[in-house]
T-cell receptor, first 112, second 114 residues
Framework: GESVGLHLPTLSVQEGDNSIINCAYS??????FIWYKQESGKGPQFIID?????DKRQGQRVTVLLNKTVKHLSLQIAATQPGDSAVYFC???????????FGRGTSLIVHP | NAGVMQNPRHLVRRRGQEARLRCSPM?????VYWYRQLPEEGLKFMVY????????ESGMPKERFSAEFPKEGPSILRIQQVVRGDSAAYFC????????????FGDGTRLSIL
């Protein structure tokens, strides 16, 4: 679910469930997007990317969906595992810029 | 194949002191980016450097902050006369070309100001 204020939105799921993490991006001209995973005390880790000429891209256990009409990006994780517990955030790039704009992130908690 | 290495992992400084954060990019990477992450906020771009050149420092405060990436050795982010508001996690990322994606991140330096 979502929360406001200083705390990150949190999604709690049971091991084995599918997880869907959402990101509303800010710039309709953004043409490249990356999902990152950040575990506690670690740096962001690349998960999957997508360009604006696509609306879906699949990786191993992960799928990214892009809806340019409503400026929405989602990350689907199949058969979620405890090791998937982390903060997930999206990054958007505009016009070939190397400077990303990062979302604040969603905390995924997977219960065994 | 070593990834992006940052040190120290944790740094404690008193107000007014200087903080030096180091970043060694991935082998073969010559482009380095520095980001700051405040608690429960998104990463914010600070500066982009190539060997011996600052390409873009639009995200870096004009005062007290500087960055370099010398021909030999790691990239250095330097914060002079630190204040409490400088407390944050500072991440470095590297790529193999200008605008190269994805950028590979280090595990950051957690800076605490007493």
């Amino acid at each position: 679910g979502e929360s406001v204020g200083l705390h990150l939105p949190t999604l709690s799921v049971q091991e084995g469930d599918n997880s869907i993490i959402n990101c509303a991006y800010s710039n309709s001209a953004s043409d490249y997007f990356i999902w990152y995973k950040q575990e506690s005390g670690k740096g962001p880790q690349f998960i999957i990317d997508i360009r604006s000429n696509m609306d879906k891209r699949q990786g191993q256990r992960v799928t990214v969906l892009l809806n340019k009409t409503v400026k929405h990006l989602s990350l689907q994780i199949a058969a979620t595992q405890p090791g998937d517990s982390a903060v997930y955030f999206c990054a958007e790039f505009t016009g070939g810029s190397y400077i990303p704009t990062f979302g604040r992130g969603t905390s995924l908690i997977v219960h065994p | 194949n070593a990834g992006v290495m940052q040190n120290p992992r944790h740094l404690v400084r008193r107000r007014g002191q200087e903080a030096r954060l180091r970043c060694s990019p991935m082998k073969g990477h010559s482009h380095v980016y520095w980001y700051r992450q405040l608690p429960e906020e998104g990463l914010k771009f600070m500066v982009y450097l190539q060997k011996e050149n600052i390409i873009d420092e639009s995200g870096m405060p004009k005062e007290r902050f500087s960055a370099e990436f010398p021909k030999e050795g790691p990239s250095i982010l330097r914060i002079q006369q630190v204040v409490r508001g400088d407390s944050a996690a500072y991440f470095c990322a590297s790529s193999d070309g200008q605008g190269g994606q994805p950028q590979h991140f280090g595990d950051g330096t957690r800076l605490s100001i007493l």
